[in-house]
């Protein structure tokens, strides 16, 4: 099966203007990203979850409280639609796209999409974006739940440690070799340990072709 795994990069949406269109509890999730980039969101949908009527009292986002309006797409740089049922909605909005030149992501519709929306872990200042290329967006969640566990709070205060310390070598160090020096000595020793565990169905789907390769490989 061939996915494309597009090209991976982070971008800067800070005061820039960005649409979301739904107000259920995926629209939360994907305006909290937004809001930790610093986007300028507008939220465009009839009902808001109660998490977004918050922010749209404290005047974090703006709502407007109806169905989404091809106006309402311009000058943003990127469209989020959460809407999991209209087909339509994804098709319209991938064709104005291509002329209004803003990027969109439709929620279960990747060919009518211009992004992957990786799974993302959050600790502290570390983004860490898991995706499977659209292969299987569980398993991107699963991943992300699993290193949410291994990244705890100890992983938090050694990042900031991290950033002190580069901080004050930028002061204190002229020589940017003797800095590199200095800040790979820091992570020298850092290392990531694991195992991985298969789902019982993923094994019992695979036992009729093991059973066989014994045979014939003794």
Known sequence: MS??????ATLDLDGRQCLVIGGDEEAVDKITRLLDAGAKITVVHPTLHVDLRKLTASGK????????????????VLVLNVLKDDLALAKSLYDIAKTERFLVWSIDQAEYS????????KRGPLRMAISTSGTAPALARALRENLEEVFDEEFDQFLDW??????????????????????????DGFALAGTLQYPNSWKLSD???LDQVGKEGG
């Not at 950033?163 to 002229?174: Q, V």
């Open 207 to 209: 036992e009729p072709e």
């Open 162 to 187: 991290l950033g002190a310390l580069r901080d004050e070598l930028k002061k204190t160090e002229s020589s940017d070799r003797r800095r590199r020096e200095r800040l790979l000595d820091a992570v």
């Open 3 to 8: 996915h494309n795994a597009g090209f991976q």
């Open 61 to 76: 986002i703006i709502h407007r409280g109806r169905s989404f309006r091809s106006g309402d797409a311009q000058d943003c």
């Open 114 to 121: 211009t992004l992957l929306m990786p799974a993302l872990l």
